[in-house]
Each structure stands twice: as structure tokens, then as C-alpha cells.
């Protein structure tokens, strides 16, 4: 995410946040063939939070997507990466 204006958080205008993240999970989706993209991709517009945030109960519905079972080695290299600079 970038700043875009002025703000009251102190952060500077134009700081990305989450700059790496981002970066990674970008590399991720683009390294994808198409046919991975067809699984990963499940919808046009990026979710607005965690699966279920603040449920106390783990959702009922089937997980989507891409397992990671179903990623090339230098695909899970970069996922697990992601998920190290996340954490």
C-alpha cells in the first residue's frame, strides 16, 4: 500500500508499508503459468480481510485457491518467503 496523502500517522506521503510483502507476493502471481493462474486467481478484486477475521470459529466453507502442493520449487521459495517477511 502507498500513502498517497497527507496524513496524521506521521508516516511520509509515498511510503509503501508493506513495501517487501508486496514486492514477493507480486513476484508470486507473476511467476504463475496460466494454468496456475486460472486456480490462483478467483476473483477480480482483492478481498477486504482475513478469511473470517474475528470468528471465533474456523470457517465452514472450503478454502480456494492454489495449494501449495501445486507450486513449482522456485514458486514455494518465494511463498514461504512471503510468509517469513509477513510473520
Do not use: H, W
Request: aromatic share 4%; net charge neutral.
Amino acid at each position: 500500500a502507498i500513502v498517497k496523502t497527507e496524513n496524521k500517522s506521521g508516516i511520509a506521503v509515498g511510503t509503501r508499508i508493506l513495501e517487501k510483502e508486496e514486492t514477493l507476493a507480486f513476484d508470486l502471481v507473476n511467476s504463475l503459468t496460466e494454468e496456475q493462474k486460472k486456480t490462483a486467481i478467483f476473483d477480480k478484486t482483492a478481498l477486504k480481510e482475513v478469511r473470517n477475521a474475528g470468528v471465533p470459529q474456523p470457517p465452514n466453507e472450503p478454502a480456494i485457491g492454489l495449494p501449495m502442493s501445486q507450486l513449482k520449487a522456485e514458486q514455494k521459495k518465494t511463498l514461504k518467503e512471503l510468509i517469513e517477511v509477513y510473520c
